[in-house]
């Protein structure tokens, strides 16, 4: 946060990958199918903590003179940080998001999580309803997004084996029901 602006912070993010990425590139390394996906953090001291900055990156990114970069960086939609980071919604990524944005974003993971902060990975089963609409709801906006092509869980914090299970299976659910909703 003390580094300079938010400008040259990008910048400087920017410059670093790219310089990664030629490394990589002149090292031979095959880069085709390579996704680099930047994550929101909630909170006032990230570079990448709301919708705004999230839309600002987008278009730095779609304007930066290195192709590599063009190319592989985008970023990772986690469903808890950008509700608790701005209340972004599914209907907010559908309806309002820039295309250069929504082309951007690579990778998905949910987690369940309290409204009021992101303490621990609670089971998806046992989260209250109106939460779990709203996680299908987003699974409906990410299918709708032709960079993704999986939705992880993440369950590094939670709080039993049992809740990772449950997770799963829940989420199987979901997506079988909108398999069957998108296919009438």
């Not at 608790?84 to 929504?102: G, M, P």
């Not at 989260?127 to 299908?136: E, K, L, N, T, Y």
């Not at 590094?156 to 909108?178: F, G, I, K, M, T």
Request: hydrophobic share 40%; net charge negative; charged share 25%.
């Amino acid at each position: 946060a003390h580094q300079g602006s938010e400008d040259d912070l990008m910048e400087t993010v920017l410059e670093r990958l790219s310089i990664a990425m030629n490394d990589l590139s002149v090292d031979g390394s095959d880069l085709s199918g390579l996704r680099l996906a930047l994550e929101l953090e909630p909170g006032p001291i990230y570079l990448l903590r709301n919708q705004e900055t999230l839309e600002k990156l987008a278009a730095k990114i779609d304007s930066y003179d290195c192709q590599l970069v063009r190319s592989y960086v985008g970023f990772n939609l986690d469903v808890a940080h950008w509700w608790l980071a701005d209340k972004i919604t599914a209907k907010w990524l559908d309806e309002d998001a820039s295309e250069q944005l929504r082309s951007r974003i690579y990778h998905s993971h949910i987690s369940g999580h309290s409204h009021r902060g992101h303490f621990g990975d609670y089971s998806l089963a046992r989260i209250p309803s109106g939460q779990a609409v709203d996680f299908r709801g987003w699974l409906r906006a990410i299918t709708r997004l032709s960079t993704v092509d999986h939705v992880s869980l993440e369950y590094e914090a939670a709080p039993s084996q049992r809740d990772v299970v449950e997770s799963v299976q829940a989420l199987n659910r979901w997506l079988r029901r909108l398999e069957k909703e998108t296919s009438t």
